[in-house]
Every structure is written in C-alpha cells, then in structure tokens.
C-alpha cells in the first residue's frame, strides 16, 4: 500500500505535458485495439495464425509501453520516452487505418449477399392506341406464386379499383399474344418488360407499341433461393446470369432479362473450371411454368429461383450458387482492373463485313445506342470497359448469331477472372469490389465468399511459378434448327443434341469429383499441326431430337396416317364440303404446323371432299420418300422453307434469301432492336 502511495506521488510530481501524452495514447491506444480486434474477427477462416499472431503482439507491445513508457517518464528520460511514445502512436495508427480498411471492405463484400429486401414493381400496359373501358378484360398471371404477375397485380387492381373482367394465362408470352390479337386489353407485367421481351421478333417494338396505364411498387423480403452450407474450399456450381440494364444497381430477385446464362462448375483443389454457355434459344420444359416448352431465356421472366431449376433439370446438376450480374456493371469491373486481353473473333456475317470493312467489330454502346457505335479491331487487343460489353453482345456479325456470343461471353469472363488475379494491392483490390458491389446479386453468404480467400492465394501463387492460375476448359453445345409456333406465332428456337449435352454434364460432373474421368487410352499427334485442347461437347450429335408437328396442308392422307403411327399420335379423319380443294388432299389440320410432337396426342386431318365422289387416292409418293426424317416434315410441301436453318441464325434474311447477298439494303445491325443485344 506504501508502494502505491510513493509511485502516485511520482506521478503527481512528473512532467504534466508527458503524464498527459502517456494517459491520452493509451486510452487512444486501448480504442483502437478494440476495434483492430473486431475487424479482424470478421476475417473468418482467413490466416487465423496470423490473426492471432497479431492480437498477441500488440497486446504485448501494450504492456510493454504501459510499463516502460511510465519508468521512463517518471525518472525523466524523456527521450526514450518519446521514442516509446512515437512508436506508441505509429502502431495507434496501424490499428485505426487497419481496421477502417477492413471494416469497409467487409461491408461491400456483406453487400453482395445481404440483399434483405427487393423492389418488385408491376405495370398495367395496354396497346398504344387503347382506351380501357368497364367492358375491357385484362390479363394476368394464373401462378399466384408471381410476385410482380399476380401478387402485385392484384394489389394495384384493388388500389385502383378496376372492375374489369380478368382472364388469367399460364405464361407471359401467350398473354402477350393475347394482348396483341386483341383478346384482352390490358396486361400486368414487370416493369422491366421492355427488356424481357424486345429481343424476341414477335414483340421487338413493344416499347413503341404499348403504354403504361398504372404501375405499382412495393419492398418485399427477399425469397432465399438454393442457400447451400457448401464451403468454397470443396468443389461447387455456379449459375452466372447476365441482367440487361440500363443504370447501375439491381435487384435480386426482379424478372430479368434471361440472355446471357452460363453454369460454371470450379474445382479449388485443382483450380480446374468447366464454363457452360446456355444458348438462350434452347427449346426446353419450363420448370415454373408446369414443365411447358419454351425458350430457356423465358424462364428469367418469372424469376431467378425459375432460371435455376429450369437449368438444373435441363443438366441434371445441382446449382449450389447463383451470381446475377448487371452488364453495365461490367464496364465498372473492367476499367477497375485497367481493361482486358482478349483474341477478338473476326466477323464472318457477309453483309456486315461490307458494311464496316475487314478486320473490324463495331456494337452499339452501353446505352444502346446505334449512332455512337463501339468499335474494334480483330485479333488479340486490350479492350476498356465499353469495348468489352460492346464484343460480349455482338452476335450479329456472325453466322451464328447467339452461338457466337456465347464463345465471347466466355472469353470476356476467362480474361477478367486472368486480370482480376494479378492485383494485388489494397487499392486495387478497393476499387474492384466498388465496380462489383452494386452489380451482383448472389446467394452467397459473406463468410462463403471470404472462405474462397485460401483459393485465391492458391491461384496466386501458381501464376507466380509461372503455371496458369486456373485451367478452364470450354464447352460448346451442338444444337440444331427448331421452327416451332407458340400462340399462332412462328417463332425460331433451338434443339440440343443430346449426346452433346452429355458429354458436357460429364466433364461438369468429374470436375465435381460426382464421377471419374474416364481414361482416353489413345491419342495420335502431329507435329505439323499446333496442338489445341478440345473443346467438350463440340461436334457431338445423336440422342433423342424434339420434332413437330409437319405442315400435312397440300400432302396425301397416307402420308399423315404413317407420321401419326410412328409418332403415337392419334389421328382423327373428317371431310371438307365438296369443292373446297383437291379431292383426297388434306385441305386442313386440327393442330398447327409447328408444334412441338410432344406436346400432342392426337391430331384432326380435314379432307377436301370431290363433289361427285368420296373416294381419294392415297397412292402418291409414301413420306419416307417426301419427308425430311430429322424433323419428319414433308419435304415437298415446305419447299418454301429450304433456308430455314440459315435465316434462322443470320439476322436480316428473310424467306428465299442467301447470306451471299452482300449488297441487300437491309441491315442487320440498324433495323434489329437495340434492346435485342
């Protein structure tokens, strides 16, 4: 107690500017700490060693400037005291800059994830030239699980007190047809329409061709969709999915614009990645929609918990993560790495080439906008923000169109994850998570996304010995031309090869370390060849093929009769009042022509009837003779469509024409919609 007494006498007696500077740095001190000790415990899983290495060190130091700054201050060495206090001040600083830096860091990256509450708006449009009458009927969704379709939908309806008759629809693009024939009057849609549904002919003027009557917003809690306790240090899945907006920011769980959809399989402990680009055309069931066929792109109209099962049925493989990305969001991401290699594709679309010269790629800007166009050179360049958004969308400069723009999508995506790994710094790694944090959504869980940080430094370093940081290997679905007609509209989808979509669920699945990789026991090699890995599922045809229904108008009843026995359709025979055709020719059918087999069971042949006789010869040419086998279509009736599968893929042809014809007058680029990007 007398011990006591004599040291708080001394520091009574001692320099009151040091007494002041030693009790004002440790209280500093003592802050400070605290909060270094909280932003480091946010670094869940990242070098806990060095964590804890860290925490003892400066609780160390603490005590010994608690003790040793006071001796020396109270026997008036001053300058070790200063010097003690200095170093004192300099680790204060460490502390606070430290912890600033990490606890804004951890915040951007809680961003991606904690997205607690969407924004969901709903719109009442109508053609531009209706008037909403008390006799009006308007469309809406039947699934009352559709938040903006028919949740809200309702809740404007009752808000504005519309007592208009309601016809529901079990998906958007027959209401959509509904609303153009003039079935209904007005339909409820996301208010991200425009988007959704422009890049299909049908409706690629629906900006200009509809209005909006009412709107209604609100916040919801947003829907956690296929949440998975998996970590990021063990093989996983991932659904990327491009939102076509046109303003930073979005949000997670809105109807979206479904273009752009690649399932990525990655492997941490080979640092091996498989990239599987959907084309959006791919004619598959529709998970949401009771497991109707449609453009796999249509499912992003309902959501992304829609896009994710739909993918997940079409390839058998479980999706533990999604990653929403908004592509002007792109722009941010690529600048802040400071631009991109890539190998720009030489275009090989005739008229294009003509239009803008060999060698080049032009694309409207991120605004869409068709008179600032964005260009470049072909080969290998360093692309900006714009260039690069500008060369992922192009498709229209190929032959095949959506085909095309898959293969830049996962170059643009290769090149960013190659850049990304090269920066290093804290600013760098400052100004990637600003580009990114308002344009991802992901369900993602903040300590997920820091446990990928032992990757990271595994990719580091095997780009520091030289090896490629990460082996990703490509793929290539083989697909094929599927006219098909939804709701009285032809329309051009695709069918995948099944073969092709297996071998590619194949190298997903061992990558995942779900299969073994089956052994290839010969190889042949030439030397005057340059060696290029193979890309899977390239082309690999065979396995089932969706047919439809032929165009049977004009072509014999035999020929119908042998379709429907092969096909197990039932088929139903009536006659046409006389003189209304060729006697014994199919004057007309129940179903039309265009329709998925599939999707039918039995089907009505009307037979033109002689007027003299009922009799009708079905002894002209037998369908295997006029058919074509692939899509059992008769060949002879649909000579009209000789060039289907070239107009289907070549934007700017019409019926008849060639893709040799360089100098037509219509361009491809300046007529398309620049929403269709």
Same mark, same amino acid.
């Given at each position: 107690?007398?011990?006591?007494?004599?040291?708080?006498?001394?520091?009574?007696?001692?320099?009151?500017?040091?007494?002041?500077?030693?009790?004002?740095?440790?209280?500093?001190?003592?802050?400070?700490?605290?909060?270094?000790?909280?932003?480091?415990?946010?670094?869940?899983?990242?070098?806990?060693?060095?964590?804890?290495?860290?925490? +003892?060190?400066?609780?160390?130091?603490?005590?010994?400037?608690?003790?040793?700054?006071?001796?020396?201050?109270?026997?008036?060495?001053?300058?070790?005291?200063?010097?003690?206090?200095?170093?004192?001040? +300099?680790?204060?600083?460490?502390?606070?800059?430290?912890?600033?830096?990490?606890?804004?860091?951890?915040?951007?990256?809680?961003?991606?994830?904690?997205?607690?509450?969407?924004?969901?708006?709903?719109?009442?449009?109508?053609?531009?030239?209706?008037?909403?009458?008390?006799?009006?009927?308007?469309?809406?969704?039947?699934?009352?699980?559709?938040?903006?379709?028919?949740?809200?939908?309702?809740?404007?309806?009752?808000?504005?007190?519309?007592?208009?008759?309601?016809?529901?629809?079990?998906?958007?693009?027959?209401?959509?047809?509904?609303?153009?024939?003039?079935?209904?009057?007005?339909?409820?849609?996301?208010?991200?329409?425009?988007?959704?549904?422009?890049?299909?002919?049908?409706?690629?003027?629906?900006?200009?061709?509809?209005?909006?009557?009412?709107?209604?917003?609100?916040?919801?809690?947003?829907?956690?969709?296929?949440?998975?306790?998996?970590?990021?240090?063990?093989?996983?899945?991932?659904?990327?999915?491009?939102?076509?907006?046109?303003?930073?920011?979005?949000?997670?769980?809105?109807?979206?614009?479904?273009?752009?959809?690649?399932?990525?399989?990655?492997?941490?402990?080979?640092?091996?990645?498989?990239?599987?680009?959907?084309?959006?055309?791919?004619?598959?069931?529709?998970?949401?929609?009771?497991?109707?066929?449609?453009?796999?792109?249509?499912?992003?109209?309902?959501?992304?918990?829609?896009?994710?099962?739909?993918?997940?049925?079409?390839?058998?493989?479980?999706?533990?993560?999604?990653?929403?990305?908004?592509?002007?969001?792109?722009?941010?991401?690529?600048?802040?790495?400071?631009?991109?290699?890539?190998?720009?594709?030489?275009?090989?679309?005739?008229?294009?080439?003509?239009?803008?010269?060999?060698?080049?790629?032009? !694309?409207?800007?991120?605004?869409?906008?068709?008179?600032?166009?964005?260009?470049?050179?072909?080969?290998? @360049?360093?692309?900006?923000?714009?260039?690069?958004?500008?060369?992922?969308?192009?498709?229209?400069?190929?032959?095949?169109?959506?085909?095309?723009?898959?293969?830049?999508?996962?170059?643009?995506?290769?090149?960013?994850?190659?850049?990304?790994?090269?920066?290093?710094?804290?600013?760098?790694?400052?100004?990637?998570?600003?580009?990114?944090?308002?344009?991802?959504?992901?369900?993602?869980?903040?300590?997920?996304?820091?446990?990928?940080?032992?990757?990271?430094?595994?990719?580091?370093?095997?780009?520091?010995?030289?090896?490629?940081?990460?082996?990703?290997?490509?793929?290539?679905?083989?697909?094929?031309?599927?006219?098909?007609?939804?709701?009285?509209?032809?329309?051009?989808?695709?069918?995948?090869? !099944?073969?092709?979509?297996?071998?590619?669920?194949?190298?997903?699945?061992?990558?995942?370390?779900?299969?073994?990789?089956?052994?290839?026991?010969?190889?042949?090699?030439?030397?005057?060849?340059?060696?290029?890995?193979?890309?899977?599922?390239?082309?690999?045809?065979?396995?089932?093929?969706?047919?439809?229904?032929?165009?049977?108008?004009?072509?014999?009843?035999?020929?119908?009769?042998?379709?429907?026995?092969?096909?197990?359709?039932?088929?139903?025979?009536?006659?046409?009042?006389?003189?209304?055709?060729?006697?014994?020719?199919?004057?007309?059918?129940?179903?039309?022509?265009?329709?998925?087999?599939?999707?039918?069971?039995?089907?009505?042949?009307?037979?033109? @009837?002689?007027?003299?006789?009922?009799?009708?010869?079905?002894?002209?040419?037998?369908?295997?003779?006029?058919?074509?086998?692939?899509?059992?279509?008769?060949?002879?009736?649909?000579?009209?469509?000789?060039?289907?599968?070239?107009?289907?893929?070549?934007?700017?042809?019409?019926?008849?024409?060639?893709?040799?014809?360089?100098?037509?007058?219509?361009?491809?680029?300046?007529?398309? !919609?620049?929403?269709?990007?």
């Amino acid at each position: 107690m007398i011990e006591l007494n004599v040291l708080f006498r001394k520091i009574k007696r001692s320099n009151k500017v040091a007494l002041t500077f030693y009790i004002v740095t440790n209280i500093f001190f003592i802050i400070s700490y605290i909060f270094f000790v909280r932003s480091l415990l946010y670094l869940v899983g990242i070098e806990t060693t060095i964590r804890i290495i860290l925490f +003892i060190l400066f609780f160390l130091w603490f005590i010994v400037y608690l003790l040793f700054g006071l001796s020396t201050m109270l026997v008036k060495k001053f300058k070790k005291f200063i010097l003690l206090t200095v170093i004192h001040v +300099i680790f204060i600083v460490i502390m606070f800059v430290v912890s600033i830096f990490i606890t804004k860091l951890y915040s951007q990256i809680d961003m991606l994830s904690n997205q607690e509450y969407t924004l969901y708006t709903t719109n009442l449009i109508a053609l531009s030239d209706t008037t909403l009458t008390d006799e009006s009927k308007l469309g809406m969704i039947s699934n009352n699980d559709d938040i903006e379709g028919y949740i809200l939908a309702n809740t404007l309806k009752n808000k504005e007190d519309l007592e208009q008759e309601v016809v529901y629809y079990d998906d958007y693009y027959a209401m959509l047809d509904a609303l153009y024939a003039h079935e209904v009057d007005a339909i409820f849609v996301s208010s991200n329409y425009v988007i959704l549904f422009s890049s299909e002919e049908a409706y690629s003027n629906i900006a200009n061709d509809t209005k909006i009557l009412n709107t209604y917003s609100e916040k919801l809690k947003t829907k956690t969709i296929t949440n998975t306790n998996k970590k990021l240090t063990e093989p996983f899945t991932m659904l990327l999915m491009g939102v076509d907006s046109e303003m930073d920011g979005l949000n997670a769980n809105a109807a979206f614009n479904g273009d752009t959809l690649m399932l990525i399989t990655f492997n941490p402990k080979t640092l091996a990645a498989t990239i599987f680009s959907i084309p959006r055309d791919t004619y598959v069931p529709i998970a949401c929609n009771n497991n109707r066929y449609n453009k796999i792109n249509s499912s992003s109209a309902y959501g992304t918990e829609c896009v994710i099962n739909t993918v997940q049925n079409l390839t058998g493989i479980t999706i533990d993560y999604y990653a929403k990305v908004n592509f002007n969001g792109a722009i941010d991401l690529v600048n802040a790495i400071d631009g991109i290699d890539v190998d720009v594709e030489a275009p090989n679309y005739n008229y294009y080439v003509s239009k803008y010269g060999e060698g080049v790629l032009c !694309e409207s800007n991120s605004l869409r906008d068709m008179t600032n166009l964005v260009c470049m050179n072909t080969g290998w @360049q360093h692309l900006n923000g714009e260039q690069a958004l500008a060369y992922a969308r192009n498709r229209h400069g190929f032959l095949e169109s959506d085909l095309a723009r898959n293969r830049h999508q996962q170059q643009i995506v290769e090149a960013i994850a190659k850049k990304m790994i090269q920066k290093t710094s804290f600013s760098d790694f400052e100004k990637i998570l600003n580009a990114i944090s308002k344009n991802i959504a992901t369900n993602l869980s903040t300590n997920q996304l820091l446990s990928f940080y032992q990757t990271l430094k595994d990719m580091l370093i095997s780009g520091l010995k030289g090896n490629d940081f990460i082996k990703i290997q490509k793929t290539y679905l083989e697909v094929y031309s599927l006219p098909i007609t939804i709701g009285g509209m032809n329309v051009s989808a695709l069918g995948y090869y !099944e073969n092709s979509l297996s071998a590619i669920t194949e190298a997903m699945n061992v990558n995942l370390e779900l299969k073994d990789e089956k052994m290839i026991k010969t190889f042949t090699y030439d030397y005057n060849e340059v060696y290029t890995s193979s890309i899977v599922g390239k082309g690999i045809t065979g396995g089932g093929k969706l047919s439809t229904v032929p165009n049977f108008i004009g072509s014999v009843v035999s020929y119908a009769e042998q379709w429907a026995s092969s096909n197990n359709i039932t088929l139903n025979k009536e006659f046409l009042t006389c003189g209304s055709g060729t006697p014994g020719v199919i004057g007309n059918q129940s179903v039309m022509a265009g329709t998925l087999t599939n999707s039918i069971t039995s089907l009505t042949i009307y037979i033109n @009837q002689a007027c003299q006789t009922n009799t009708y010869d079905t002894t002209t040419p037998s369908p295997s003779e006029n058919q074509d086998s692939t899509n059992n279509t008769p060949t002879e009736p649909q000579e009209e469509n000789k060039n289907e599968d070239i107009t289907d893929i070549v934007p700017g042809l019409s019926d008849g024409e060639t893709n040799t014809d360089s100098t037509s007058e219509d361009n491809p680029i300046e007529n398309e !919609e620049s929403t269709d990007n």
